[in-house]
């Protein structure tokens, strides 16, 4: 296909509250399209295997005070963190790619990190990446379209994938099988590794931390994601030559928290250089070999608590989040060491009604469990697909 016949980036302020040159979206808009659907209603398409998670959103709501000053205090606790994990995972992407890198996030999570990285890259360095965001979706793979633009725009080596954290490492390995596939298809290889701010699941080489703490893009949705919702494949709106699809929720402007989260963790990052600097010298020197371990827990929960379905197991702060806001929760596991990084998932509980198990010694900070009402996969086939992933 010729670069001229492929869909154009979208870019801020027409779609997203994110300035245009600091992301370029991969994405179709289809904000004038109805798609939100009742959690309960998504939940029970999902995991009957009537539908793939991809094909709907959930309804988007204006987060409650009490949430929103748990978000705010989340910063102001963990900005330091955070920004010390941006500068150690920014610094391992300039040295893979020859100070060169083309930074594609994987949207939505990976958007402002991507974001922020790039930031790192022109504030610390002096240098300006291109920054692109796109879709992968579990059981469909990464939106080939978009590797398309990327192939005929770039040198694929520079291509680095960038996402917020890894769980168990369902999304590390639908990449590496989307690449392959992509390379029997398309006769093009990408470059399969992934960059993420935090791998608690301990299943990528690049990171800027293996601890599960809170990284506050994860409290929210839209709203700290430059107003995008998650992604869309719904063959309905995307033909075989689109991006695969997303919408735009200007209405929710006023809750918008996008920019004032990048620009509140990119002002520390002169305060953590020396400490980045100490970080990636030590990591030269580490063992970085995936080991899996957050794979091996969950399959542990997941027949210890009789689910006996990985993927209804969600680890991690950030994926125990995403379950409290969008899924139907079961009940949320935590490790009472980490009680005082997790309070906004200890109230979206108490909100949902979920109930809260302490477990000492758990591999992750806390664990989300989906309700296993259905027997059948949340990605629309066989309780065994995340194994074949």
Known sequence: MSSTALPAPLAGPAFGSYAADEVRWLLKDLSHVALEAPTADRERAIQSGAA??????????????????????AVERSGERVARAVGVVTEQALAAR?????????ARAGTPIGILMRRWAQQVHGISVPHFTMSIVRGI????????????????????????WTGKGA?????????????????????ADLAVLA?????????????????????????????VSRTVFNTDHIGPDDFHGAKFYAGLAASDVSGGFLDAISARFDAVRSAVAADVAALQTADRTP?????????????EYGINNVNLVKPGVGETTRV????????????PLARADVAHVLLLAEQRGTPVEEVPGL???????????????????????????
């Open 52 to 73: 793939n998670y991809a094909e709907s959103l959930p309804v988007e709501y204006t987060p409650s005070p009490e949430y929103q000053a748990l978000y705010e205090e």
């Open 199 to 227: 791998d608690p699941g301990h299943c990528v080489e690049m990171y800027g931390t293996r601890e599960d703490y809170l990284i506050p893009s994860a409290c929210l949705n839209s709203t700290v994601s430059g107003l």
């Open 363 to 389: 591999a992750y900070s806390c664990v989300g469990l989906i309700h296993p009402r259905f027997d059948k996969s949340a990605v629309g086939a066989d309780g065994r697909a995340a194994h074949n992933v």
């Open 324 to 335: 409290l806001l969008r899924r139907v929760p079961w009940r949320v596991l935590v490790n």
């Open 98 to 106: 020859g100070g060169r890198p083309v930074l594609v996030s994987l």
């Open 141 to 164: 793979g990464l939106d080939q379209t978009a590797l398309r633009y990327l192939a005929a725009n770039f040198e694929t080596s520079r291509i680095l994938f960038v996402d917020g």
């Open 171 to 191: 999304i590390s390995r639908e990449l590496a099988a989307a690449v392959d596939l992509f390379a029997e298809t398309d006769g093009v290889r990408f470059p």
């Open 291 to 303: 080991s899996w371990a957050g794979w091996a827990a969950v399959e542990r929960i997941s027949t």
